[in-house]
């Protein structure tokens, strides 16, 4: 963590050229399940809420927070980033990387994040609620997830007062996160669902037991790339282990549904999935001009092809990192400053046949 406060801009340089740990393909089924997130709001007694809070409490709370994270065990391994002084570029940079929502990055007034080294754990300081911890893992891992953001959280509660009432829970600005204050989120790749349009069964049956299902950047969000975050909605009156049963009992029904519909392509449209997966492969290697939404749909058919076993010399945790590499701010970071559209999108095809060539 930098001693003067200042965004360390080597730091996001080096961002865009690598791939945090929760990319990689190394937790379990991470042939489907690109992250499981847990994010948990919390507010300081004392000070306002956000919506009620002007620059100078802003400013303290960041201050306060910054002070509070360093004096903790964890302290030495996050790097403190302040959002104001960060151009559009590196601010949706963070976007795009998962370590700090649309929200933090649109809105005003002194705001910060904290990241940890190796990106698993981040902090939000005045988003909605003063305080949003997150921590983000490769694969299907709840149990661990759940483990490192409560000890994230025991850590900084030892030191502060989170707003705190013995019947409500934790409170917070949104009733919505009121009680545990927790989010957790289970991001899938669902193209076969997709493609069959069975993908709607998955909305109606979550929406009957309060989970959300969500585009790859979350609420009001689309699913580019045939990403779907499933979430829990509400949170007052359930225990966190409640919630994360309930996700632990849903996401394993949507996998194997998921893998039954790849195994009845496989036999049933063999030729018309190899043919789909093959065009997608050649456009991408040989494209000298490709949009982002495009990107994302080809992608999406190469990761399928190659968890079936179809594409040879590409693995998936290249084509991970290729989905957020090729987002415009990553790009134009990649390419050293802005660029019109016109130049993004042959950047981007630059890049994808450079990477996928080799």
């Not at 489907?32 to 847990?38: G, L, P």
């Not at 029904?253 to 030729?271: A, P």
């Not at 040879?312 to 990649?334: C, Y």
């Not at 130049?343 to 450079?354: G, I, S, W």
Request: proline share 3%; net charge negative; with cysteine.
């Amino acid at each position: 963590m930098t001693s003067d406060g200042e965004p360390n801009s080597l730091c996001l340089a080096d961002l865009a050229r690598t791939s945090g740990k929760w990319l990689r393909a190394e937790g379990p089924e991470s042939d489907i399940v690109i992250s499981t997130r847990i994010r948990l709001a919390r507010n300081i007694i004392g000070y306002p809420f956000m919506s009620r809070a002007d620059d100078e409490v802003k400013q303290q709370l960041v201050d306060s927070m910054r002070k509070t994270i360093s004096a903790t065990d964890i302290g030495k391994d996050f790097q403190f980033i302040d959002i104001p002084a960060l151009d559009e570029i590196d601010c949706q940079l963070l976007v795009e990387r998962q370590l700090i929502s649309r929200e933090i990055a649109q809105s005003s007034g002194p705001r910060g994040a904290v990241v940890g080294n190796n990106e698993q754990f981040s902090i939000m300081l005045n988003e909605e609620d003063h305080v949003r911890l997150q921590v983000l893992n490769s694969g299907f891992s709840l149990d661990d997830c759940w483990a490192a953001i409560s000890a994230l959280d025991t850590a900084l509660e030892a030191r502060i007062s989170f707003a705190f009432d013995e019947t409500l829970g934790y409170l917070t600005a949104c009733p919505t996160n009121v009680g545990t204050g927790i989010r957790v989120s289970v991001m899938l790749h669902l193209p076969a669902l997709r493609i069959t349009r069975e993908i709607q069964k998955v909305h109606q049956a979550a929406q009957k037991i309060n989970l959300a299902v969500r585009g790859l950047y979350g609420e009001g969000s689309q699913a580019m790339g045939d990403f779907y975050q499933i979430s829990n909605q509400v949170t007052l009156g359930c225990s966190e282990q409640d919630l994360l049963e309930n996700i632990a009992e849903v996401v394993p029904n949507i996998l194997g549904y998921e893998r039954r519909v790849r195994d009845l392509l496989c036999r049933d449209n063999k030729s018309q999935l190899d043919d789909q997966i093959s065009r997608a492969m050649g456009i991408l290697i040989s494209a000298r001009s490709i949009s982002s939404e495009e990107t994302m749909h080809l992608l999406s058919s190469l990761r399928l092809g190659v968890n079936l076993g179809l594409v040879d010399g590409v693995d998936i945790a290249t084509v991970n990192e290729l989905f957020i590499h090729t987002q415009p701010s990553h790009l134009q970071k990649l390419n050293g400053g802005p660029l019109k559209t016109s130049d993004r999108n042959e950047a981007r095809a630059a890049y994808l046949r450079d990477r996928l060539k080799a």
